[in-house]
């Protein structure tokens, strides 16, 4: 198992710059995979970014090139670097651990919530 708990959203201007953290509760370094997710007022969760335990990332097209998402398994902690924020980036974000490969179990954090204001 794994706790994970997220900060840094807040209210930012369209345009600005948010760094989402995710503290883990033990050693990421052998987690499969730690992603960030997003969830709008109405609308489903989905998949922002992930990072797997060799380093390859997987973004949505929607932030290519806006945010950036990075692992430190020596602090164990995960962050999402947004850039170039958009109205449309407003959601709760999620911090996500899913263990082992083939393994269906997955935790989450409470979520933090980003505004972008227009």
């Known amino acids: 198992q794994v706790q994970l708990v997220e900060s840094g959203g807040g209210l930012v201007q369209a345009g600005g710059s948010l760094r989402l953290s995710c503290a883990a509760s033990r050693s990421i370094f052998s987690i499969h995979v730690m992603g960030w997710y997003r969830q709008a007022p109405g609308k489903q969760r989905e998949l922002v970014a992930a990072?797997?335990?060799?380093?390859?990332?997987n973004y949505a097209d929607y932030v290519k090139g806006r945010f950036t998402i990075s692992r430190d398994n020596a602090k164990n902690m995960v962050y999402l670097q947004m850039n170039s924020l958009k109205p449309e980036d407003t959601a709760v974000y999620y911090c996500n651990a899913k263990l082992h490969l083939g393994d269906p179990r997955e935790y989450w954090g409470q979520g933090t919530q980003v505004t972008v204001s227009s």
């Open positions: 990072i797997t335990s060799g380093g390859n990332r």
